[in-house]
C-alpha cells in the first residue's frame, strides 16, 4: 500500500486563480484490499471519499481552489477493509497551492540541429514527446510533479498537459513578466544552417525564443508558434513576393485558427516527397531550412551519384544489441551487413561513412550527429530483432522498418519490399503493417535527413537466424537493402 500511494512526490500548482478546471484537478490514489472503502485528506483538510476504479485501485478527486494555501500538505489514506480492520498510510509526496504565475527557461544545450534527446522532450503525462524545444526557449509554468515542470501551448486546447523534465529547465524569478514574441517580417534564402546550396531557409525575426512546433505531411510543413504577435493577413501580403520566393516553395501562407491560438504558417512544397528539415534559433531569430530534392544523377551507371549516405551498424562494444537461441550477439549480425551495404551503395555512386568499422561502442547520439555534420541525405541504421527473454519467439519473425517522421516512411516501406521480394523465406514482421513501424526512437527521429532503422529480420526465429548466421545470408539481405535504396531514389519500389 505505501508503495502506491499518491502523490509520490512534491506535487505543485502556481497560480491557482488563474488556471483552468482541468489544470487544478488533482487524482490521488492508492492499491490496497479490494472492497473496502477509503478516504484522504490533504493536510488536515478532508476526509473526501475515494471510488475503487479498479480491483484494490482507489482513486480520489480534489479540485485546487482559490483559496487554498497548500505548502508541502501531505497526504494521508484510510482504508475500512470488509472485515471491518483499518490501514492508514501517509503517501511519500505533498501538495503545494504557491503564487503564479511562474515562467522557466530551457536550459538543456541543443544536441545538433535536428537531433533531439528524448529526455529534452515535452510530452503528455504518460505519452510520447510532442516537440522539442531550443535552449533558451521560455514558457509558462503551471505546476510541477515529482521531477516534471507541467505547461500547455498556449491557445491549443485540445492538446493535453505537458511535462517538461526538471532537470532541463529552470524556474525564473517569481515576478518575471511573460515572454512575447512578435513577428513583423519574414526572409527567404538559399543555404540551410549550415550554409548549403541543398536547402532554402525561411529566416523569422521573433525577437525572443519562444515553443514552437512543426508537423508535416505529404507536401507541407505547418510551423506553430506559440506566444507570438502578429497579423497574418500582414504577413500574407508580402508571403508571395520578391525575397520569399523559391522554386520548392509552391506557398507560404499565414494563419491564426483562434484569437488566442498560435500564430501559424503552412508551407505548400512543390514535391510530394520532403528529404529534411530543421528549426533553430538564431539569436531571437528562428531559421526553418528545408532540404531540396536531390538533383537527378549525371551517370545513369551511378544512379546515387552525390549522395552522401550514413549506414550505421548497430550496437557495438559493450552494447551488445539482442541475442538468438545460440547467444549470436546482434552487433556481430549486424557489422558484415552494413558493410557490404556500404561497398554496394558506393558502386552506385554514393559517397557512404560507417558509423562504425569494427566492434566498438559508439555514442547513441553521435550516430545522427555524424549524419547532420556531413549533410548526408540519408541515415539508414541495420539491426537485428529479438523478443525479450520469456517471451513467446513464435510468429514473430521477418523484416521490419521504424520511422518517425512522414518524410522516411517511403523509403521504409522501399527497404521491406526489397528485402521480403529478395529473401520471402524471412517473412515480414507484423504483417498487417506491411512492416512498418511507426516509432520515437533516437535513430528515426532526426529530421534533418532521412532517418530510417530497418530490423532485417528475428535472431530469436530459427529460420531467420540461421539466414543471419549465414554469409551467402547475410549477402543477399544487404544486397536487398542497396536495391531497396536505389529504387527508392529512382522511384520504381513497389513500396512506395
Known sequence: MPASALPDGGWIRYGVQSLGLEDRRLTFSFSGSPGGKAVYWIGTQGPYSMSETGRGRYSGSYTLRPSDTFNHAPVRY???????????VSAPGSVSSLPGPRYAEVTAPDLGQGVNPV???????????LLYPRQGTQFAVLGENAGNFLTRLP?????????????????????????????????????????PASHFTLRLPLGARVPFLIQQQTNTLQLRLYETGGDPAD?????????????????????????AGPLTATLTLDTEQQWGYDAVYDGSDLLLSVRRPPPAPADAALPLSGRTIVVDPGHGGSEL???????????????????????????????????????????????????ETLDADLLLSIHANALPDGSDPR???????????????????????????????LGVDSPENGGLHSANLALTRPSTQLSVLVETAYLTDAGNLRTLMSEAGRARIAAALVDGVRE???????GQ
Open 155 to 195: 491557445g491549443e486546447p485540445a492538446l493535453p498537459l505537458l511535462e517538461v523534465t526538471r532537470s532541463t529547465a529552470a524556474l525564473l524569478p517569481e515576478g518575471t513578466p511573460p515572454t512575447l514574441a512578435a513577428l513583423t517580417s519574414a526572409a527567404l534564402s538559399e543555404g540551410g544552417t549550415p550554409g
Open 321 to 371: 544489441g539482442g541475442a538468438g537461441a545460440l547467444r549470436v550477439q546482434e552487433k556481430d549480425i549486424v557489422l558484415p551487413v552494413a558493410q557490404a551495404v556500404a561497398a554496394g551503395l558506393r558502386t552506385l555512386g554514393a559517397n557512404v561513412v560507417l558509423t562504425r568499422t569494427s566492434d566498438v561502442q559508439v555514442p547513441l547520439y553521435n550516430r545522427p550527429l555524424l549524419a
Open 119 to 129: 529526455v529534452a522532450g515535452w510530452a503528455p503525462v504518460g505519452g510520447e514527446n
Open 78 to 88: 484510510l482504508l475500512r477493509a470488509p472485515d471491518g480492520s483499518r490501514a492508514e
Open 235 to 259: 504577413l500574407n501580403t508580402v508571403s508571395g513576393t520578391g525575397p520569399l520566393t523559391d522554386p520548392l516553395l509552391q506557398s507560404l501562407t499565414w494563419s491564426r485558427p483562434t484569437a
Open 488 to 494: 527508392f531514389y529512382a522511384g520504381t519500389c513497389s
Open 395 to 425: 510468429g514473430r519473425r521477418g523484416v521490419g522498418a521504424y520511422w518517425t517522421q512522414p518524410q522516411a516512411r517511403p523509403l521504409a516501406a522501399c527497404l521491406v519490399a526489397a528485402v521480403s521480394s529478395e529473401l520471402p523465406e
